[in-house]
């Protein structure tokens, strides 16, 4: 699947979804009382996964709105990116990334939603391997090609979509850093780490900063001149935006309200729309 990663004028932005199906139904009835709905299309910033039961329903319905919707997008973020990697939907399975999702996220509500309730195990010494084969095999199929085939960025005249951010300890102009997310490119010899930097430090292979392995750039990624990085990833209490860039997951799939961000075009303010006013 090929998703669009151009987009037009009006455009609406949603947070970090995490299975919740019903706020997101919550947060179009609202966005469908803006004049610019019929015209707009839509991006999500990623992390449709995990911490909620409604994970295949919420993927279902986030295809549904984009098929609906022509032009409109869904960028991947780090709980897509554990998941793919993980079980292995864009390849074969990565065994940092297998180790990582068991320990560092939560996933057992993306197998319960998708295997009918079922939680994962863990021992003995090879079951987790297994219970992610047997969650890869439990997906359908267009939820298996949909995930692992989003992009890591969108972009318009105006703006920048992203999960998380541009570095500034990578020593590239941020035009490279683009290009990288364009090509779903990470490669140390080309994003060059400064050396010394936490980034060079710890530097993963598999995980790119700016799909969230480096949390300090939501709220300070690396400017980019005439573009607004409007990004997810980290909780904030309410939409924070200013010219740099415009962070909108207000939910973290834990509490209410999910945030849609309206810009009607390249240098219109942000208008922001919530699930629950």
């Known amino acids: 699947m090929n998703l669009p990663t151009t987009l037009e004028y009006p455009l609406i932005a949603i947070g970090d979804l995490h299975g919740r199906v019903e706020w997101l139904d ?3 009835t609202r966005l469908e009382q803006l004049p610019e709905w019929p015209t707009a299309t839509l991006v999500f910033l990623g992390d449709l996964v995990d911490r ?8 279902s319905r986030v295809m549904e709105l984009i098929a609906a919707k022509p032009g409109s997008t869904c960028v991947m973020g780090n709980h897509d990116l554990a998941l793919v990697k993980a079980t292995g939907l864009d390849g074969l399975p990565s065994e940092s990334w297998i180790k990582r999702y068991a320990s560092n996220y939560d ?3 993306t197998f319960r939603s998708y295997l009918d309730g079922h939680s ?9 391997n297994e219970e992610l084969e047997r969650l890869k095999a439990g997906m359908p199929s267009e939820h298996r090609e949909f995930l692992a085939s989003l992009p890591w960025m969108a972009e318009a005249e105006g703006h920048i979509f992203l ?3 541009l570095s500034p300890e990578l020593d590239c102009p941020p035009s ?7 090509r779903r490119m990470w490669d140390r010899a080309v994003v060059n780490p400064r050396f010394g930097t936490d980034t060079d430090k710890l530097l993963n292979p598999e995980y790119p900063v700016w799909l969230g ?17 409007v990004s997810g990833h980290v909780k904030v209490p309410t939409p924070d935006a200013n010219a740099v860039r415009i962070r909108i ?3 973290g799939g834990v509490a209410e309200p999910l945030t849609g961000c309206l810009l009607r075009g390249p240098t219109e303010p942000p208008v922001f729309v919530f699930s629950n006013a």
């Not at 994962?120 to 987790?128: E, H, Q, R």
């Open 120 to 128: 994962p195990d863990y021992l003995p010494a090879g079951k987790w």
């Open 26 to 28: 919550k947060l179009i």
């Open 213 to 229: 392995a480096d949390k300090r750039l939501s709220a300070n990624p690396l400017p980019i001149l005439g573009k607004v990085q």
């Open 52 to 59: 909620s039961e409604g994970v295949k329903q919420l993927v």
């Open 107 to 109: 996933h057992k509500w």
């Open 176 to 182: 490279v850093q683009l290009e990288c997310l364009r």
């Open 163 to 165: 999960h998380n951010g």
């Open 249 to 251: 997951d207000t939910s």
